[in-house]
């Protein structure tokens, strides 16, 4: 199985605050690497694929790069409701795994 | 528009079995991969596994091997989970997700979570 380590677990930031999320892959997984947000009570929603594209539908703010093992997530100036837990999720090999999740509070 | 429609909250006692559903609508249901994710009380994403709606060829995570199965319903659209030999740790919302075409893969739409209690 591909372990996937992200950090940190959670942050406290201000909003306008550029937020700032990684995840590194145990191997090379190309930019086989996507991005979710999940509100309390709600069903994750894909933010980021391919480790850069953003889903159609989703604010500017959010932002993703990386490619190979190391891939980073970006809020430029986070937003009250952006308060969420993000996961990250490696689909290159079967069995997909999640990151830890990372609890963003303001 | 796409539509990942799951069944309602179960309770089951220790032991026992569950089979939830997860509908789908919107798109067409023969092309895309649907994944189930378990997530426990304050807990993170745990992926499952995966079937194919075409032929129905599944992929389990190892820690579900052996006690789970996943089957489709091409004419009504419906995807199936079903978990047995249930424990207190299987109490946890379970969601389907849909693994869009584009490659690299990742999943687009979620169904809302169907919460399955384990408790005597």
């Known amino acids: 199985d591909i372990q996937m380590t992200q950090s940190p677990s959670s942050l406290s930031a201000s909003v306008g605050d550029r937020v700032t999320i990684t995840c590194q892959a145990r191997?090379?997984?190309?930019?086989?690497l996507s991005w979710y947000q999940q509100k309390p009570g709600r069903a994750p929603q894909l933010l980021i694929y391919a480790a850069s594209k953003l889903q159609t539908g989703v604010p500017s703010r959010f932002s993703g790069s990386g490619s190979g093992a190391d891939f980073t997530f970006t809020i430029s100036g986070l937003q009250p409701e952006d308060i969420a837990t993000y996961y990250c999720l490696q689909s290159d090999d079967l069995p997909y795994t999640f990151g830890q999740g990372t609890r963003v509070e303001i | 528009q796409v539509q990942l429609v799951q069944s309602g909250a179960e309770v089951r006692p220790p032991g026992s079995s569950v089979q939830i559903s997860c509908r789908a609508s919107g798109y067409t249901v023969t092309a895309y991969y649907i994944h189930w994710v378990r997530q426990a009380p304050g807990q993170g994403l745990e992926w499952v596994g995966t079937?194919?709606?075409?032929?129905?060829?599944?992929t389990y995570a190892q820690s579900f091997q052996g006690r789970v199965t996943m089957t489709r319903d091409t004419s009504t659209f419906r995807f199936y989970l079903q978990l047995n030999s249930l424990t207190s740790a299987d109490t946890a919302m379970f969601f389907c997700?849909?693994?869009?075409?584009?490659?690299?893969?990742?999943?687009?739409?979620w169904g809302q979570g169907t919460l399955v209690t384990v408790s005597s």
């Open positions: 079937i194919s709606p075409s032929d129905g060829t599944t």
């Open positions: 997700a849909r693994e869009m075409v584009e490659i690299p893969s990742s999943l687009d739409y």
């Open positions: 191997q090379d997984i190309g930019n086989y």
